[in-house]
């Protein structure tokens, strides 16, 4: 088991999903991502760390042009997708949404059947022929965020009214549901319990190999279980980039330093 | 001593005895409130509750009770003879209240004793009380027992309310010691407060049924219930020319429905397009700007509305699609009535909706939106299914305005009941014929006065039938994000 991953994070690491060259977002007046620059690899966990206020999750959502949707914000220099501007103005940011999901800190399911939830998506961009095609992605959807065995029995039964790591399994599954190829995580655990945790964690790490994953996580402990690659933010900056086991072991940077060993935060 | 000058009193007991059971409750620990049960303020507050509450208590009882009481007792003394021809001792009665009360203007002047009874029907009259009968010798006797009886009623009064009042106090401030529990006992005051203000809302409503229902059983008494609810024609003759009024609810009910239906049709879209528009695209600049301009029409009096209707609309409609259409030449139209109470509506449901819209949580956009999902696709999909319990809600408020509303049927639609499909026709609804039957020179025992308490409880039932309707529509469809 461990030698394959070794051998697929090898491959992962070779080719380039998102590349990211001189990025600004300024929230109003305030200057929240300074200058990044960074390669995120396909099939690969990355994560981003640093203490709150860092930007790292305004980072994360540039990614899927989530910020469009905020009307103060602004974003400057270049977000690539496979060689792609995604913020080329042929670019329909929907499109683009479809093709990099998003889970949220806080699990946030409709407040429709568990089915509904997981459909929603292939409905709205007509993934499915029939009904029968639409059963089988959401069976697909619900297997891969290890939801199936426990929703199978009821899946006409509200989303909200699983428990909270059942739910933000939930929003994972809905976020497969359309294929991304990308999927965006913003601190998907922090409003879980420690057993929730550790099955989204287990999932995160599956889903590794279908997806370019992108998580961002207040704590290291996960930074350091889940990821290949960790980029630490700190003041709207990107202080060092690398790998997960480099990072943590020996940074360069003596604000990562500081940041890993708790002097700052 | 008047009313307001008693509250006053009680009040400044009131405070009086929160100063001294405060004190005295600091007294008792030597001045360290540390060492008190509850803050200073508390053994205060139960000093003032205790001093005003059973006093004001007592005070109310009597003030309802007491006039009860006086009146059977004086009526039981009033000569049978002495009641005039045509007249009942009810009658009686009121003549003596009056001619007490003008009685006590004029003594309060100081000019009553030793004279006749001519005089003072003079005196009386030029105070300005009108009188049923004439000054009967046994009338003033009547009044004046009453005027003695109820004026040291009165000053008995006086004396309980402020020996409980002081009883009270006295016992709170007996009680005021450091081990005294007073924070307790003034929250379960206040809890009892709370109740006693919830539960005069429900029994307000109880109330207005049980009137509503007796009147109306009164009503199928004289009138069978089978022609009131089966009847298609509405024709009351006036009473004194003789029955045979045709007392048919259902061209009212047509009226009320056919009225309320076109007005929800103008104002559910029209509102809910609003909302929508006003809470999910519309800049934060022309939101705050367009939002109370939808409002100010909420609080345009429905008169105007009506002359809207009337001068306005009715016509407007007439020459340019009733009269052309050949569908009718009457400028008061169902069509008039029902489409300026749908202008009058746009703000309830679209402010409320736009309420309930805007509380849902931002999560479900971005959750949607992150799916690839379009701003319209999120609205239709997410928004509104959250939203819809609270959007039922809106429209049935609206229905239920549209259903009770009043002036503008009168102004915009007329006043013939009619049953008839044709919406350029003049109709009439329900509460438009409850204010005509009750209108004017009425007898509240004849069955074309009583009909209006049938009518009132018909579209009570009605409109708690929607209510109910409404409940379990939300209930069996709401997606709750809770």
Same mark, same amino acid.
């Given at each position: 088991?461990?030698?394959?991953?070794?051998?697929?994070?090898?491959?992962?690491?070779?080719?380039?999903?998102?590349?990211?060259?001189?990025?600004?977002?300024?929230?109003?007046?305030?200057?929240?991502?300074?200058?990044?620059?960074?390669?995120?690899?396909?099939?690969?966990?990355?994560?981003?760390?640093?203490?709150?206020?860092?930007?790292?999750?305004?980072?994360?959502?540039?990614? @899927?042009?989530?910020?469009?949707?905020?009307?103060?914000?602004?974003?400057?220099?270049?977000?690539?997708?496979?060689?792609?501007?995604?913020?080329?103005?042929?670019?329909?940011?929907?499109?683009?949404?479809?093709?990099?999901?998003?889970?949220?800190?806080?699990?946030?399911?409709?407040?429709?059947?568990?089915?509904? @939830?997981?459909?929603?998506?292939?409905?709205?961009?007509?993934?499915?022929?029939?009904?029968?095609?639409?059963?089988?992605?959401?069976?697909?959807?619900?297997?891969? &965020?290890?939801?199936?065995?426990?929703?199978?029995?009821?899946?006409?039964?509200?989303?909200?009214?699983?428990?909270?790591?059942?739910?933000?399994?939930?929003?994972? &599954?809905?976020?497969?549901?359309?294929?991304?190829?990308?999927?965006?995580?913003?601190?998907?655990?922090?409003?879980?319990?420690?057993?929730?945790?550790?099955?989204?964690?287990?999932?995160?790490?599956?889903?590794?190999?279908?997806? +370019?994953?992108?998580?961002?996580?207040?704590?290291?402990?996960? $930074?350091?279980?889940?990821?290949?690659?960790?980029?630490?933010?700190?003041?709207?900056?990107?202080?060092?980039?690398?790998?997960?086991?480099?990072?943590?072991? +020996?940074?360069?940077?003596?604000?990562?330093?500081?940041?890993?060993?708790?002097?700052?935060? | 001593?008047?009313?307001?000058?008693?509250?006053?009193?009680?009040?400044?007991?009131?405070?009086?005895?929160?100063?001294?059971?405060?004190?005295?409750?600091?007294?008792?620990?030597?001045?360290?409130?540390?060492?008190?049960?509850?803050?200073?303020?508390?053994?205060?507050?139960?000093?003032?509750?205790?001093?005003?509450?059973?006093?004001?208590?007592?005070?109310?009882?009597?003030?309802?009770?007491?006039?009860?009481?006086?009146?059977?007792?004086?009526?039981?003394?009033?000569?049978?003879?002495?009641?005039?021809?045509?007249?009942?001792?009810?009658?009686?009665? +009121?003549?003596?209240?009056?001619?007490?009360?003008?009685?006590?203007?004029? $003594?309060?002047?100081?000019?009553?004793?030793?004279?006749?009874?001519?005089?003072?029907?003079?005196?009386?009259?030029?105070?300005?009380? &009108?009188?049923?009968?004439?000054?009967?010798?046994?009338?003033?006797?009547?009044?004046?027992?009453?005027?003695?009886?109820?004026?040291?009623? %009165?000053?008995?009064?006086?004396?309980?309310?402020?020996?409980?009042?002081?009883?009270?106090?006295?016992?709170?401030?007996?009680?005021?010691?450091?081990?005294?529990?007073?924070? %307790?006992?003034?929250?379960?005051?206040?809890?009892?407060?709370?109740? *006693?203000? $919830?539960?005069?809302?429900?029994?307000?409503?109880?109330?207005?049924?049980?009137?509503?229902?007796?009147e109306t059983m009164n009503f199928f008494q004289q009138y069978d219930w089978k022609r009131f609810f089966l009847s298609a024609t509405w024709d009351p003759s006036f009473s004194g020319r003789g029955g045979g009024s045709e007392l048919g609810i259902i061209p009212l009910l047509w009226g009320t429905l056919y009225i309320s239906l076109i007005a929800l049709i103008v104002s559910v879209p029209i509102g809910l397009f609003a909302a929508i528009y006003l809470s999910e695209y519309a800049g934060k600049k022309f939101r705050s700007i367009a939002k109370p301009l939808i409002e100010i029409l909420a609080g345009i009096p429905t008169i105007v509305y009506g002359l809207f209707a009337l001068i306005t609309v009715g016509p407007m409609?007439?020459?340019?699609?009733?009269?052309?259409?050949?569908?009718?030449?009457?400028?008061?139209?169902?069509?008039?009535?029902?489409?300026?109470?749908?202008?009058?509506?746009?703000?309830? =449901?679209? +402010?409320?909706?736009?309420?309930?819209? @805007?509380?849902?949580?931002?999560?479900?956009?971005?959750?949607?939106?992150?799916?690839?999902?379009?701003?319209?696709?999120?609205?239709?999909? =997410?928004?509104?299914?959250?939203?819809?319990?609270?959007?039922?809600?809106?429209?049935?408020?609206? *229905?239920?305005?549209?259903?009770?509303?009043?002036?503008?049927?009168?102004?915009?639609?007329?006043?013939?009941?009619?049953?008839?499909?044709?919406?350029?026709? $003049?109709?009439?609804?329900?509460?438009?014929?409850?204010?005509?039957?009750?209108?004017?020179?009425?007898?509240?025992?004849?069955?074309?006065?009583?009909?209006?308490?049938?009518?009132?409880?018909?579209?009570?039932?009605?409109?708690?039938?929607? @209510?109910?309707?409404?409940?379990?529509?939300?209930?069996?469809?709401?997606?709750?994000?809770?």
């Amino acid at each position: 088991m461990n030698d394959m991953r070794l051998t697929e994070r090898a491959v992962g690491t070779q080719t380039t999903k998102i590349t990211a060259r001189a990025v600004q977002v300024f929230y109003g007046d305030n200057h929240a991502i300074k200058d990044v620059d960074v390669d995120i690899a396909d099939k690969t966990v990355t994560a981003f760390i640093g203490p709150s206020g860092c930007g790292k999750s305004t980072f994360l959502r540039c990614i @899927n042009r989530m910020n469009d949707t905020i009307s103060v914000a602004r974003v400057e220099g270049d977000i690539l997708i496979d060689g792609e501007d995604i913020y080329d103005k042929r670019v329909d940011p929907v499109q683009l949404r479809a093709k990099v999901g998003m889970v949220f800190q806080k699990p946030n399911p409709f407040p429709k059947s568990i089915y509904d @939830n997981v459909a929603y998506g292939p409905r709205i961009h007509g993934l499915a022929r029939d009904k029968a095609d639409l059963d089988e992605i959401v069976e697909r959807s619900l297997r891969r &965020a290890a939801l199936w065995d426990e929703a199978k029995d009821r899946l006409g039964e509200p989303g909200t009214g699983l428990s909270g790591g059942q739910q933000q399994r939930l929003c994972i &599954a809905r976020a497969v549901a359309t294929s991304p190829e990308v999927l965006l995580m913003d601190e998907p655990c922090s409003a879980l319990d420690p057993i929730a945790t550790a099955q989204v964690e287990e999932l995160i790490d599956e889903l590794r190999q279908n997806y +370019s994953v992108v998580i961002v996580t207040h704590s290291m402990q996960q $930074a350091a279980r889940v990821s290949q690659r960790t980029a630490f933010f700190h003041l709207g900056n990107l202080v060092e980039y690398g790998e997960t086991g480099k990072i943590f072991t +020996s940074p360069e940077d003596p604000r990562t330093e500081s940041y890993i060993s708790g002097r700052i935060g | 001593m008047s009313l307001p000058m008693i509250l006053l009193a009680l009040a400044v007991l009131g405070t009086v005895s929160f100063i001294l059971s405060r004190k005295r409750a600091i007294a008792s620990v030597g001045g360290d409130a540390r060492r008190l049960h509850s803050l200073p303020t508390y053994y205060g507050m139960h000093g003032l509750l205790m001093a005003m509450i059973p006093a004001a208590g007592l005070l109310v009882a009597w003030l309802v009770i007491q006039p009860l009481m006086l009146e059977r007792s004086i009526a039981a003394d009033f000569p049978e003879s002495a009641i005039p021809e045509g007249s009942t001792i009810g009658l009686v009665m +009121s003549d003596v209240r009056r001619v007490a009360d003008a009685l006590d203007r004029v $003594a309060d002047q100081g000019a009553l004793a030793g004279r006749s009874l001519e005089e003072l029907e003079a005196v009386i009259a030029d105070g300005g009380t &009108a009188m049923g009968a004439d000054l009967s010798d046994a009338l003033l006797t009547a009044a004046n027992d009453y005027r003695a009886a109820r004026g040291s009623l %009165n000053m008995i009064m006086l004396v309980a309310v402020f020996a409980v009042g002081l009883i009270g106090a006295a016992w709170a401030w007996k009680r005021s010691e450091g081990e005294f529990r007073a924070r %307790n006992v003034v929250e379960t005051g206040v809890l009892i407060l709370l109740v *006693a203000a $919830a539960s005069i809302a429900i029994l307000t409503t109880l109330g207005i049924v049980l009137s509503m229902l007796f009147e109306t059983m009164n009503f199928f008494q004289q009138y069978d219930w089978k022609r009131f609810f089966l009847s298609a024609t509405w024709d009351p003759s006036f009473s004194g020319r003789g029955g045979g009024s045709e007392l048919g609810i259902i061209p009212l009910l047509w009226g009320t429905l056919y009225i309320s239906l076109i007005a929800l049709i103008v104002s559910v879209p029209i509102g809910l397009f609003a909302a929508i528009y006003l809470s999910e695209y519309a800049g934060k600049k022309f939101r705050s700007i367009a939002k109370p301009l939808i409002e100010i029409l909420a609080g345009i009096p429905t008169i105007v509305y009506g002359l809207f209707a009337l001068i306005t609309v009715g016509p407007m409609l007439r020459d340019a699609i009733a009269s052309p259409l050949g569908l009718g030449s009457s400028a008061s139209s169902v069509m008039t009535a029902g489409l300026v109470m749908g202008i009058m509506l746009i703000p309830f =449901v679209s +402010s409320l909706s736009d309420d309930i819209i @805007n509380a849902v949580p931002q999560a479900m956009r971005d959750g949607s939106l992150g799916l690839g999902a379009t701003q319209s696709e999120t609205i239709k999909q =997410v928004i509104i299914p959250a939203a819809l319990p609270g959007i039922v809600g809106a429209v049935l408020l609206a *229905a239920s305005r549209a259903i009770g509303e009043t002036m503008i049927v009168v102004l915009g639609a007329g006043a013939a009941a009619k049953l008839d499909l044709n919406p350029f026709e $003049a109709m009439t609804t329900v509460t438009v014929k409850i204010v005509s039957q009750l209108t004017g020179d009425t007898d509240f025992a004849s069955p074309e006065t009583l009909v209006a308490f049938a009518l009132g409880l018909t579209l009570f039932v009605i409109t708690l039938g929607l @209510n109910v309707l409404a409940l379990y529509i939300v209930r069996k469809y709401r997606e709750q994000y809770e």
